[in-house]
């Protein structure tokens, strides 16, 4: 066997369906490209239509399977709607991405019920949801991969951890759930838990320089991450060689959480 026919058989992704949440910017975009390039025909779900449009262009230009349904991930009825547009492009899941998320963070004492509701909705709920719609029949099918993309915050409260704290706890709680009750049918649920990382989604605090300059100073690698630093450990997850890993929350953080 060769080199490259044994690295195909272990990560390619060719044949099967990814839904990457979020999937249009920072985090999402690098794991849905990563998918795709791996293999994979990749449905891209997120809120605006020109980012998500620019993501599938860039991916067809490359010569990958892409498309995409624009949803906001805040309502059940919306969420139930994008997936079922999502899978009418390519057929079935086989793989479902969650990084869509939203980071509203008030002072604790100032958190109001609009500010849990919603994101409670978005980072814990869909996830939830999209779990439910495809989780049973990719262990109908014997094979499945779900991943989550989670906080630091779920495991230790800094910087306002407020709703969005409590929430991607959830969400890895949820994730070991769907492991005990799909593992044993080929489907493993695992979450990506990443350090400080130069996206949207930090913009507030990646727009203060000694602040960055602190967080990177708190890894053991000596920078905060990249958006592309998650391409090796999603396609590793989505693939046939992470059969034996489930349940499990994945550090890709440079070494901050231990350090």
């Known amino acids: 066997m060769t080199t490259q026919s044994y690295l195909s058989e272990l990560f390619s992704l060719d044949g099967r369906v990814a839904v990457v949440t979020g999937g249009s910017s920072g985090i999402g975009r690098a794991i849905a490209g990563a998918l795709a390039r791996a293999g994979a025909a990749v449905v891209v779900v997120a809120r605006r239509r020109e980012e998500l449009a620019a993501t599938v262009e860039e991916l067809t230009a490359d010569g990958c399977r892409a498309a995409w349904v624009s949803a906001d991930l805040g309502t059940r009825e919306a969420v139930r709607a994008a997936a079922e547009e999502a899978a009418k492009a390519f057929g079935e899941p086989d793989i479902l991405v969650n990084s869509a998320g939203i980071n509203q963070r008030p002072p604790m004492g100032e958190l109001g019920e609009d500010v849990w509701d919603i994101t ?55 994730s070991r759930s769907q492991a005990e009750a799909w593992s044993p049918y080929g489907v493993t649920c695992n ?41 090796g450990a999603a396609v590793f997850l989505a693939s046939r060689a992470s059969a034996y890993v489930t349940g499990q929350s994945i ?4 070494g901050l959480s231990v350090h």
């Open 120 to 174: 409670m909705a978005v980072n814990l709920e869909a996830p939830y949801l999209l779990g439910q719609r495809f989780g049973p029949g990719m262990a109908e099918r014997g094979f499945g991969r779900i991943i989550h993309v989670s906080s630091q915050q779920a495991h230790r409260a800094f910087v306002q951890s407020g709703a969005y704290g409590v929430s991607k706890g959830g969400l890895e709680s949820l």
């Open 191 to 231: 979450t990506l838990v990443p350090g400080f990382v130069m996206t949207p989604l930090n913009a507030r605090l990646s727009s203060d320089p000694e602040r960055v300059a602190a967080l990177a100073a708190r890894t053991m690698i000596g920078r905060n991450g990249l958006a592309e630093d998650f391409a």
């Open 251 to 254: 550090f890709v953080d440079g």
